[in-house]
């Protein structure tokens, strides 16, 4: 079973979505900014990655959805 990389259709689920994404792409510039200055990240990466993975999984699989979506099926790929 595999999921589709689908944007949720519900305003609160598009907003975990979104906050997710740019939480990622922060920290990897981040990261990348401090591996270029020669220096190390201040907080492990493991502290600084779950919000962002936890805000996809909170918009993206249907199961921890808050406001759950109409068509479900939408997001299997059978």
């Excluded at 990389?5 to 990897?28: E, T």
Aim: aromatic content about 14%.
């Amino acid at each position: 079973m595999s999921f589709k990389f689908v944007i949720p259709k519900r305003w609160f689920n598009r907003l975990l979505v979104i906050v997710g994404m740019l939480g990622l792409i922060s920290h990897a510039l981040i990261s990348c900014y401090f591996a270029f200055q020669g220096q190390q990240y201040p907080i492990p990466m493991v502290f600084t990655l779950l919000a962002p993975l936890g805000c996809l999984a909170w918009g993206l699989i249907p199961s921890l959805q808050l406001q759950k979506e109409q068509n479900t099926e939408q997001y299997l790929d059978c």
